[in-house]
């Protein structure tokens, strides 16, 4: 594998936090027609991006990786500016600071295939700390956060229940109570029109319904809640800080609706 310019980008500053985005990009998100959500994320990713050139505690430590799903599963290389498929994909490539994350307008099709999703994400991010700890970086607890608007399914797009879940959760809690490389924090953010019930099997404690915020709030939430824990341990710890953050979001949302 290269060791290409993200070793190096944090100069001056031994420790990182990878961070995932896996975006649910299925069928569903092209909704509604009038004003698909799709766009709603397309113009969050490149807005908030832009946004956090002058952070430079963010631009130093945070290193992102994008990873999008529905029937297919394509990760965001940034030397090629191009989604990549998961065997293209380098972990040395595809984890950018977070203000070299300028990914190509995604598009939505297809079913909401998580799992083989979720098997990437592990498998890129456990191989990424490897090199960085090959580098003698302090790397902070990694965190997957995915972002979807509707409920896991098969490859057929046929829903699947929460026993069907339950061994990909399993796989999750093994990940979190590891320690390094392999382990990491899963969370989970449903907008519109997600399914709680079954996003709470595999991320019990650490899911957060943001239905009212619109994409690019919920990418701020995502960063600033990613830069707040990292100093904390277990994943127990961050879900907690994490949910009260989740939770003052929600009141601060609520005031301004009401004021509006």
């Given amino acids: 594998m290269s060791m290409g310019y993200d070793i190096q980008f944090a100069s001056g500053l031994d420790e990182r936090q990878p961070v995932v985005i896996l975006l649910d990009a299925s069928g569903s998100m092209a909704r509604p027609a009038s004003s698909p959500r799709i766009a709603e994320v397309n113009s969050a990713l490149t807005t908030l991006f832009e946004s956090v050139r002058s952070q430079a505690r963010l631009r130093a430590r945070v290193e992102i990786c994008l990873i999008t799903f529905g029937s297919q599963v394509w990760v965001y290389d940034a030397d090629a500016s191009a989604l990549v498929t998961a065997e293209q994909a380098d972990p ?55 972002v979807t608007d509707g409920a896991p399914s098969d490859e057929r797009g046929r829903p699947l229940d929460a026993a069907e879940l339950a061994p990909l959760a399993d796989r999750l809690r093994t990940a979190e109570a590891a320690s390094s490389p392999d382990g990491c924090v899963f969370l989970t953010i449903g907008v519109r029109g997600a399914d709680r019930r079954l996003l709470e099997v595999l991320a019990p404690g650490a899911t957060f319904m943001l239905e009212g915020l619109d994409f690019t709030e919920i990418l701020r939430f995502l960063l600033r809640s990613s830069d707040r824990v990292s100093s904390i341990g277990t994943a127990g710890e961050v879900h907690r800080e994490v949910a009260r953050q989740a939770a003052l979001q929600k009141a601060m949302s609520d005031l301004e609706e009401e004021y509006r």
């Fill in 92 to 146: 040395d490539r595809v984890f950018v600071p977070v203000d070299r994350l300028s990914p190509p307008p995604l598009t939505a099709a297809g079913y909401t295939c998580l799992a083989p999703a979720l098997d990437i994400a592990l498998r890129i991010v456990a191989e990424r700390c490897r090199a960085l700890d090959a580098h003698r970086l302090s790397v902070l607890r990694p965190l997957i956060w995915l």
